[in-house]
């Protein structure tokens, strides 16, 4: 795993005319992981979002060194392909080996589903399927909104133990759930905190 870094220096997010939060930072460094928390509309999308470069903060910068995973609500597979050419898609496209497909398929108990259009998968399918493409991806970087959302149990602990196994090897999590997340050394940042009263 390539040295990587993750830091967010007094940022700011406005949100239409509300401002979100102010003053937020976090640094994130090489095993380490990062729960952000909060209800819905706290702004841990947002924050995702700037983290990843999607978003322009209001103020503050982010400070990257390592490619970037991102899992958000959008699983970025053709709704109308089976899901095991989606998956061989983004394959191709990150440069992975076929030996980290089949790593990503038995990890996330997709082998059954490769054959199953991407529309016919059910909430939980399809947040599996978004993980192993982050996995694909090979980057030290993992940016994981929700990664919790539609799984049942067993789902989850896989879930937590993939994020856990990345970090133990060397990678970065930035997780944004308002599920908790069972993660050894997990530090947790509640997003409330830095809420902004103002408008902006």
């Not at 700011?12 to 509309?41: K, T």
């Not at 990890?107 to 599996?128: E, N």
């Amino acid at each position: 795993m390539p040295a990587c870094r993750l830091a967010a220096h007094d940022l700011a997010c406005r949100r239409g005319d509300r401002v979100l939060f102010r003053g937020l930072g976090f640094a994130l460094g090489p095993g380490e992981a990062l729960h952000l928390a909060g209800p819905n509309g706290v702004g841990k999308t947002s924050l995702m979002r700037i983290a990843a470069g999607l978003l322009p903060p209001l103020a503050g910068s982010v400070e990257r060194a390592g490619g970037i995973a991102l899992l958000d609500e959008h699983p970025a597979l053709d709704t109308h392909l089976p899901l095991g050419r989606g998956l061989e898609f983004w394959r191709r496209f990150d440069r992975a080996d076929e030996v980290a497909f089949d790593r990503a398929v038995e990890t996330l108990a997709l082998a059954d589903l490769l054959d199953v259009p991407v529309r016919y998968l059910s909430t939980g399918q399809r947040k599996r399927a978004a993980l192993a493409r982050v996995m694909l991806a090979g980057a030290p970087l993992w940016l994981l909104d929700e990664p919790l959302n539609g799984l049942d149990a067993g789902s989850a602990a896989a879930v937590e133990a993939l994020v856990g196994a990345h970090c133990a090897g060397g990678g970065v999590a930035l997780i944004a759930s308002h599920q908790p997340f069972a993660l050894a050394g997990l530090e947790r940042l509640e997003l409330a905190g830095f809420a902004a009263l103002e408008a902006a």
